[in-house]
């Protein structure tokens, strides 16, 4: 999509607090999930992926009010941008998580640890964060964090603020638990940013998120089974 925002305002800002609040809310179910009867699990399960269809509906929702968008497909030029975020991002990710072994002796940020943690207690848990990792967290992450945010809140004539402060969102929410690997996050959520201010369309950023999370995915399920 090619976005045009109907009209930027900092009071857009709330709506990225509920989308944030919402983007939590969704991962409750993944505690019950792993205890219980299977039913009973089975029944979290479907609660879990409903939670994630309608905070995916509630961001689409408020992603029209703040834009008015008409399809344009990808062009060469955006594959190549997105090519190169993601070499970047990796990059970045490898120098990072060097450094975080060296000082802070841990191999992997404490979201990542978390994820494989619940991935390991059960084959339904594996599939289902399997499943949202790679399918809708991007989505959602993406309508609320760069959409909503960097679209909905600032003015098109600016650039790195809003870069900027995607990161810093973006990262805050993900439960880093020293600066490394808060900046892993941000650095990665401000390539995002960078990435959608460039072309414009959300789905450039959406397809890079899930592969990146894709790639993660299997790495995680490789660890596994090893």
């Not at 990225?16 to 009867?37: A, C, E, K, Y």
């Not at 967290?137 to 609320?144: A, G, K, Q, R």
Request: glycine fraction near 8%; aromatic fraction near 12%; proline fraction near 3%.
């Amino acid at each position: 999509m090619a976005e045009k925002v109907k009209q930027p305002s900092y009071w857009n800002f709330g709506w990225v607090l509920v989308m944030i609040v919402v983007t939590s809310v969704v991962q409750i179910p993944l505690g019950f999930m792993m205890r219980g009867p299977v039913v009973q699990r089975g029944l979290w399960a479907a609660a879990y992926l409903l939670g994630f269809i309608v905070a995916i509906g509630l961001g689409i929702w408020i992603f029209r009010k703040t834009h008015t968008s008409r399809w344009q497909s990808l062009t060469t030029q955006d594959w190549q941008l997105m090519i190169k975020g993601y070499l970047f991002i990796i990059v970045v990710e490898i120098l990072l998580n060097m450094v975080n072994n060296i000082f802070f002796n841990e191999t992997s940020t404490k979201n990542n640890t978390l994820i494989a943690t619940i991935m390991g207690h059960s084959t339904l848990t594996l599939v289902m964060l399997s499943l949202t990792a790679v399918f809708a967290s991007p989505i959602l992450e993406e309508l609320t964090f760069r959409g909503i945010l960097v679209g909905g809140c600032f003015p098109a004539t600016s650039f790195w603020l809003p870069v900027v402060a995607s990161g810093v969102v973006f990262s805050l929410v993900h439960q880093s638990d020293n600066i490394v690997s808060w900046l892993i996050y941000a650095i990665m959520g401000g390539t995002f940013a960078y990435i959608y201010r460039k072309t414009d369309k959300l789905q450039t950023t959406i397809i890079l998120h899930g592969f990146n999370n894709l790639i993660a995915v299997l790495l995680m399920i490789l660890t596994l089974h090893h």
